[in-house]
């Protein structure tokens, strides 16, 4: 009797096993074309379990590569690359993106095989949810290992287009990687092939129409060109299926209030999420929380690393329209984002009281930026603060928000803020990242969020933007914005601020999502890390540099039947 192996992985190894002992792995073709609304359930959450497994490393790719986060020092991790661009094709976080995503095509594409559609309503609908992760696996691919699209899409290399598992899987030539424009005509095929299908509503765990045109929203938005040479057709497109979901009035965004506490929140009960990849506090036990995307970021109750911290860049954004006061006893937030931020204060151990230091960033770029946090002495009116055995006056520079500058050794005037003394990892002062953490409570529970609402209204200022209507833009910039920060909109939106505001304001809101250094790349921008880190400081990444794409796997090349073109080395 023919077995159809959902389950594949492309160093093409199978492995048989029965319906009982493994439901998500392989299955009798015949049983499920008998009835199949009795197997269909199956096997989609068995295409579902891979998005977890696919989504952590998916995670990391996309944000460690860019510049809202730095770590305390180098690490033996794979992930390390992606923070340093030393890329390598031998590496182990990279071969499971790949693996894990393959998987969940090969099996999505297995099921639209085995299940022709026309049977029922439900089972069209369910068939639909399949495109769509399959659209969605090719879309985070080729933005990961294919250049920007704007970049010769017809002749770039994208990903190879392996729907399904081959009849004959030992011996059937696979076809090498398709070109960038290739890849993305796949993937809109399918997302809109999911869209006709789905006729259900459900909860944001599961492909819903709307998931299906959020993401093409930002299909379209990736293929809309740069600001300074737009492709307005494309950036039509990008306006159009962001109206189809904010004019479904199924999605609101959360108020203000709600907003700083949506890390917290399960996605079946956050009405601004339209996708995510659930998790459950099951799948983690004991020190498995050590080494999810949030135990990177913070160490919660004893559990987590907390090795990495927003960067300071990252700190000054939320700090340009007012300081965010995270001090227990001032707490003031400005920009409702900065809740996604802890700063590890400590007390003095004898006194049990905060130490008051003055923290400011010194040196340059060219030699290595260093966070200093001088103790304060107070004398009347008189501040001052001691480096070692140098003591410095600091000067008023907005006394209302303790911000205040010293002339320093160097020769150099820095400007900093008065606050408690935050305990240091290794030098530097460990600015906590909750945004991966803390759903249901659960110290680093998370379930990735693929899109939700406010994402959907950047996405249309952007496009807006590139067609030159700066005023509907601005109205839906102005919509995040003031969520965020009272009182906080821009005044006005033009052709010479239109990209600097709007990208600003996509990495302010979308920051530990796995979208910045895409979203620098694509429309040509550069990726500078001018903060304290051990990275290359005084590094400018273009988007032309070779390393905005990844490698692929070496084991993934090794183990293709046929040909699979590795990325350029320089």
Not at 20 to 44: C, F, H, V, W
Not at 172 to 183: C, Q
Not at 490 to 504: E, H, R, S, V, W
């Given at each position: 009797m023919k077995k159809i192996y959902i389950l594949l992985v492309l160093a093409l190894t199978t492995t048989a096993c029965?319906?009982?002992?493994?439901?998500?792995?392989?299955?009798?073709?015949?049983?499920?074309?008998?009835?199949?609304?009795?197997?269909?359930?199956?096997?989609?959450?068995g295409t579902y379990?891979?998005?977890?497994?696919?989504?952590?490393?998916?995670?990391?790719?996309?944000?460690?590569?860019?510049?809202?986060?730095?770590?305390?020092?180098?690490?033996?991790?794979?992930?390390?690359?992606?923070?340093?661009?030393?890329?390598?094709?031998?590496?182990?976080?990279?071969?499971?993106?790949?693996?894990?995503?393959?998987?969940?095509?090969?099996?999505?594409?297995?099921?639209?095989?085995?299940?022709?559609?026309?049977?029922?309503?439900?089972i069209d609908s369910r068939l639909g949810e399949a495109y769509y992760i399959r659209g969605l696996m090719y879309f985070y691919f080729v933005r990961a290992f294919g250049r920007p699209y704007y970049q010769n899409p017809e002749t770039n290399l994208g990903m190879p287009i392996v729907n399904g598992t081959p009849d004959d899987v030992l011996n059937?030539?696979?076809?090498?990687?398709?070109?960038?424009?290739?890849?993305y005509e796949q993937i809109i095929a399918d997302l809109k092939k999911a869209e006709t299908l789905i006729d259900k509503d459900n909860v944001p765990i599961y492909a819903t129409k709307g998931a299906v045109q959020a993401l093409l929203s930002r299909v379209y938005l990736y293929m809309s060109g740069t600001y300074e040479n737009p492709n307005a057709a494309y950036a039509q497109l990008a306006v159009e299926y962001a109206d189809k979901v904010i004019g479904s009035g199924k999605y609101s965004l959360l108020s203000r209030e709600q907003f700083m506490k949506y890390n917290t929140l399960t996605p079946e009960r956050n009405p601004e999420t339209i996708f995510a990849v659930k998790r459950v506090a099951a799948e983690f036990s004991g020190s498995d929380h050590f080494y999810g995307v949030g135990g990177m970021y913070a160490n919660i109750g004893g559990q987590g690393w907390g090795e990495m911290y927003a960067s300071a860049k990252y700190i000054d954004l939320l700090n340009e329209t007012g300081r965010n006061d995270w001090r227990p006893e001032k707490y003031k937030l400005v920009d409702a984002r900065a809740a996604f931020i802890e700063p590890t204060y400590t007390k003095n151990q004898k006194t049990g009281a905060y130490t008051e230091v003055f923290r400011f960033i010194k040196g340059s770029a060219a030699t290595d930026l260093s966070y200093v946090q001088a103790v304060v002495t107070r004398n009347g009116s008189t501040i001052s603060?001691?480096?070692?055995?140098?003591?410095?006056?600091?000067?008023?520079?907005?006394?209302?928000?303790?911000?205040?500058?010293?002339?320093?050794?160097?020769?150099?005037?820095?400007?900093?803020?008065?606050?408690?003394?935050?305990?240091?990892n290794r030098v530097?002062?460990?600015?906590?990242?909750?945004?991966?953490?803390r759903e249901g409570e659960d110290t680093h529970l998370h379930s990735p969020v693929i899109s939700r609402l406010g994402e959907i209204y950047l996405n249309r200022a952007e496009a807006y933007a590139k067609l030159g209507n700066y005023g509907a833009a601005l109205s839906d910039l102005?919509?995040?914005?003031?969520?965020?920060?009272?009182?906080?909109?821009?005044?006005?939106?033009?052709?010479?601020?239109?990209?600097?505001?709007?990208?600003?304001?996509?990495?302010?809101?979308?920051?530990?999502?796995?979208?910045?250094?895409?979203?620098?790349f694509r429309n040509g921008g550069q990726l500078k890390r001018a903060y304290p880190g051990p990275h290359r400081q005084s590094e400018a990444?273009?988007?032309?540099?070779?390393?905005?794409?990844?490698?692929?796997?070496?084991?993934?090349?090794?183990?293709?039947?046929?040909?699979?073109?590795?990325?350029?080395?320089?």
């Open positions: 029965n319906l009982d002992r493994m439901p998500y792995g392989s299955m009798d073709s015949d049983q499920i074309t008998k009835d199949p609304e009795a197997y269909l359930n199956a096997l989609l959450n379990a891979q998005l977890k497994t696919w989504s952590d490393p998916m995670h990391r790719c996309g944000e460690y590569a860019g510049d809202n986060m730095m770590i305390r020092g180098a690490s033996t991790d794979a992930f390390y690359e992606f923070i340093s661009f030393s890329r390598s094709a031998n590496n182990g976080r990279l071969a499971q993106f790949w693996d894990a995503g393959y998987k969940a095509i090969a099996q999505s594409s297995n099921i639209m095989k085995m299940i022709p559609e026309g049977q029922s309503a439900t059937t030539p696979l076809p090498d990687r398709a070109t960038v424009k290739a890849t603060c001691t480096e070692d055995k140098d003591t410095y006056t600091l000067t008023a520079v907005d006394e209302a928000q303790e911000i205040y500058s010293i002339k320093y050794k160097d020769g150099v005037t820095y400007t900093g803020v008065l606050d408690n003394f935050i305990t240091l530097y002062p460990q600015f906590y990242i909750t945004k991966c953490s102005n919509k995040i914005r003031e969520r965020s920060i009272v009182n906080g909109g821009y005044a006005a939106l033009n052709a010479g601020n239109a990209p600097t505001l709007i990208d600003k304001e996509r990495q302010l809101e979308l920051a530990y999502q796995a979208e910045r250094s895409y979203d620098v990444i273009g988007s032309t540099d070779y390393r905005v794409t990844y490698y692929i796997p070496q084991d993934a090349i090794n183990a293709y039947p046929g040909t699979l073109t590795q990325n350029p080395t320089q």
